[in-house]
T-cell receptor, first 112, second 110 residues
């Protein structure tokens, strides 16, 4: 089954404790992306990757890092999380940036 | 940046009625996409309309695009309880990313 898998689905943690949200897709997609969703703001793109070892900033990259060492994986790293990063995060993948995107089920992060 | 803006923010209709929501955007686009999000879940792609297309259908969905007005509409006909969800438009402005609006929340009452 074609899918984008995110882990964990839920996480409550404290300010400053590094965390990684993993994302994996099994569709051999070139393009992967991370979004955060906040009430009233819709989805805002954090980082995207056009292919292996190619990543670029989206609209709200501050406080986040990503890597794309393999085609299927695109982890999101919060080196020093802060409460304003409490949000619902989605990973997505597609053949190309302007093609329909397949979304994971989301990761709800709470930073205390 | 948030390119698309949906209108209305929320919509409540009776089962069997049609639901219409609109999306306006600011810059030239290559295509516009509509997505559905059920509560707390990931977005699901519904339909893509290219900038040279004016109308597209998929089952009970009808999408129009007016590039001169920089706007699109999504019509859901004969709505069902399962259509209760948030709907988002997303635009591709040839900058390697999709820009999503804040969404329209649709509630279908039985």
């Amino acid at each position: 089954e074609a899918q984008v898998t995110q882990n964990p689905r839920y996480l409550i943690t404290v300010t400053g404790k590094k965390l990684t949200v993993t994302c994996s897709q099994n569709m051999n997609h070139e393009y992967m992306s991370w979004y955060r969703q906040d009430p009233g703001l819709g989805l805002r793109q954090i980082y995207y990757s056009m292919n292996v070892e190619v990543t670029d900033k989206g609209d709200v990259p501050e406080g986040y890092k990503v890597s794309r060492k393999e085609k299927r994986n695109f982890p999101l790293i919060l080196e020093s999380p802060s409460p304003n990063q409490t949000s619902l995060y989605f990973c997505a993948s597609s053949d190309y940036s302007n093609q329909p995107q397949h979304f994971g089920d989301g990761t709800r992060l709470s930073i205390l | 940046s948030q390119q698309g803006e949906e209108d209305p923010q929320a919509l409540s209709i009776q089962e069997g009625e049609n639901a219409t929501m609109n999306c306006s955007y600011k810059t030239s686009i290559n295509n516009l996409q509509w997505y559905r999000q059920n509560s707390g879940r990931g977005l699901v792609h519904l339909i893509l309309i290219r900038s040279n297309e004016r109308e597209k259908h998929s089952g009970r969905l009808r999408v129009t695009l007016d590039t001169s007005k920089k706007s699109s509409s999504l019509l859901i006909t004969a709505s069902r309880a399962a259509d209760t969800a948030s709907y988002f438009c997303a635009t591709d402005a040839n900058d390697y990313k999709l820009s999503f609006g804040a969404g329209t929340t649709v509630t279908v009452r039985a």
